[in-house]
């Protein structure tokens, strides 16, 4: 899927922007397991497999990321709200996982160049007179908590 080019630029990025207070790569390399975060459930992204094996870019991301430093990948699969606190504590090595970057967000981690885009868009039934997002203010939105779309201009209807 990917070309080595463009996995290696990808891991040499990740591995410049490790949290400070996250295990250094060569701790992670002396361990022999790079412990990596992913959504379990944001798939084709990332998540789990019938076998609870990771899949998706975010998991392939995070195999060729852990492959450059040496040590084997291991997946902690968890939920939106849990990724910044468990890397921040120590439970995770990296995040490799939808993540927008965010001015509150940089205030507690580091983050790599993106090395993907994710367009959000609204979705709503058929029958739902939605021409544009200007029609949104009298509308109910939902999306996941926290996420850079709880973040948006609408977020104050009842999110």
């Keep these: 899927m990917f070309t080595k080019t463009t996995l ?16 250094s790569l060569e701790e992670a390399r002396a361990s022999g397991k790079l412990i990596v975060g992913i959504q379990a459930d944001n798939c ?12 998706g870019f975010d998991a392939e991301i995070a195999r060729a990321f852990a492959a450059h430093p040496g040590p084997e990948a291991e997946f902690v699969p968890m939920a ?28 507690s981690v580091q ?3 993106p090395y993907a885009e994710n367009t959000l ?12 997002l200007a029609s949104l203010p009298d509308r109910s939105v ?18």
């Design 142 to 159: 939902g999306c996941p908590k926290p996420s850079t779309a709880s973040a948006s201009p609408w977020r104050n209807n009842r999110l």
């Design 44 to 55: 084709p992204r990332g998540c789990l497999g019938s076998a609870g094996k990771a899949q």
């Design 80 to 107: 939106v709200a849990i990724r910044i606190p468990a890397l921040t504590t120590d439970k995770v090595d990296v995040l490799i996982a939808s993540l927008g970057i965010t001015a509150a967000r940089a205030q």
């Design 111 to 113: 983050f790599s160049q």
């Design 8 to 23: 290696a630029a990808v891991a040499a990025t990740l591995a410049l922007s490790a949290a400070a207070d996250a295990r």
């Design 121 to 132: 868009f609204v979705t709503a039934a058929k029958s739902a007179d939605l021409p544009d």
